[in-house]
């Protein structure tokens, strides 16, 4: 379509509907978020211990080691099947506690998953239901709650089951506390606990069972993933390993686990990372392809970390170092350079559309860890998806601006046809520099939409404007650098594009990223 000199009017900012898919889902439970606060879910833990005969503390125990006492914000549900709220009851795991709970309490699933206080009476049920299938009493006394606990989450082996147990049973014995909205959160310090374990006796996670493979980093568990949920190969030969993808798990580190052994969940991650003390699991071999990052599968390795992007809470010391040792060594092993090109978070991939892991992930903490070099590691990436934060503006009349999904960053682009010398349609990508210096600016070109030979790039840094000329032709899928700048901090810096490129092609817009030097 041609644009006409009729409607060369000024050029204006246009508001875009931000459509429901933009929206995080979490946005859809604000209504849940503010009943969860502090007092509420105090209020919530003792009134189902009370209902239905569990001990309060071992109640806030459990949550706190599926949710960190915060309803989540299910960005990732489908790849992660962990469940939902509080208490993280589920339908994928083996047994489909959320349906049967909410039969149970006469409820529909989405209250119970929605609903902070009904979903903690749910898992109070559910607890209390195991108990009385294993003919036990519903004492006050936590250390008879063992074999109940070890069932909760639906582990397929007793390895799988005493991992979320034991990790019940050490906040029992050496307290925690969080502040979340509202105020703070606690269980007391009980040194005295000294769980009946049962039939889990003398299990420990990792050890006293011969592991089927050994793991490729042996700072790991091996704990072998469904065969069904990855693929065979032999890389480095059938495929070269380039990449390290990093993750969270939006769910407990035990029940990630149990879902990439549950045969019907068809994805999995190399390796799992636990948030209290970096404990690393290994779940499939780094020569086979997991299933985590769709077109980047092939060529990387998928390191999954306990935690929820939207939370507070998760991300640890012991996590970032334990992780940036295993990430190291991925990359010794393979000669991946250890750079934000070749380390990059799910979000940071083209044809893909996760978000984590999320904004509360520190880079220059773990790039630090991981090399040794103390710098300003910061990226960040504008995507064309970035309009209500005003990061990215579309301007001109909307009708030839085209969105198009199954490309790109974040799944989705932008593109206009090249209007000759005069600018009509343009686009401005405005970061939030954080720190001064030195970045380097990346344009990524997706594999369709961008025809133009002449994609005119305005650079404007601390200190001047450049323009650097970019072919768009003659990249698919692929990062082109328009140079290093200087920044001040805020968001005085910004690139634009225009549709001023000489012919009439496409103009593709997609993410430009600010790479910290
Ligand atoms: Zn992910």
Known sequence: MKKTWVTL????????????????????????????????????????????????????????????????????????????????LS???????????????????????????????????????????????????????????????????????????????????????????GGTLSVAANKAIAPNKGQYAGVTYGLGVTPDATPDYPGAIWNAASTSNYQAATRPTSNPINYVIIHDTEGSYSGSINWFKDPTAQVSAHYVVRSSDGQIT??????????????????????????????????????????????????????????????????????????DPGANWDWNKYMTKITGVSKNWTVINVDDKDTASGAFTLYGSSQYWHPVTGYGLHNEINYTNGNGSVIYNYAIWKPTIPTAGN?????????????????????????????????????SNQWVSLGTYNFAVGTGGYVKLGDNTGDTNTVAFDTIRFMGQ
Not at 28 to 54: D, I, M, Q, R, Y
Not at 286 to 312: L, M, P
Request: charged fraction near 20%.
């Open 9 to 88: 009017l000024a050029t204006t900012a246009l508001t875009f509907a931000v459509t429901g898919s933009a929206l995080p889902s979490y946005a859809a439970n604000s209504a849940a978020k503010t009943l969860a606060t502090a007092p509420n879910l105090e209020n919530a833990f003792t009134a189902a211990a009370k209902e239905f005969g569990v001990p309060k503390e071992l109640l806030m125990a459990v949550s706190y080691t599926e949710s960190r006492w915060q309803m989540d914000a299910e960005l990732d549900t489908k790849d992660h099947g962990n469940g939902n709220g509080l208490m993280h």
């Open 91 to 181: 339908d994928k795991s083996v047994k489909k506690s959320l349906s049967d709970t909410a039969k149970a309490l006469g409820v529909n699933a989405k209250q119970l998953e929605n609903d902070p206080a009904l979903n903690i009476r749910g898992g109070a049920f559910v607890l209390a239901q195991a108990q009385k299938n294993l003919g036990k009493q519903l004492t006050n006394n936590v250390n008879d709650w063992y074999e109940a606990v070890a069932s909760f989450e639906g582990a397929s082996d007793k390895q799988s089951a005493v991992l979320f147990a034991d990790e019940v049973y050490r906040i029992l014995k050496e307290g925690t506390s969080l502040t979340i909205e």
């Open 282 to 355: 290994q779940m499939v071999q780094e020569k086979d392809i997991a299933w985590h990052a769709r077109s980047f599968n092939t060529n990387g390795v998928g390191v999954e970390h306990e935690g929820y992007e939207a939370q507070t809470g998760w991300y640890t010391d012991a996590m970032y170092t334990s992780s940036a040792a295993l990430v190291k060594s991925i990359c010794q092993r393979y000669g991946i350079p250890m750079d934000r090109d070749h380390i990059l978070s799910h979000s940071e991939l083209w044809g893909n559309d996760h978000t």
């Open 439 to 475: 970045y380097e600016v990346k344009v990524f070109i997706p594999s369709n939409y961008a025809g133009t030979t002449a994609a005119k790039y305005e650079i404007h840094y601390n200190g001047g404007t450049v323009t650097k000329t970019v072919n768009q032709s003659a990249y």
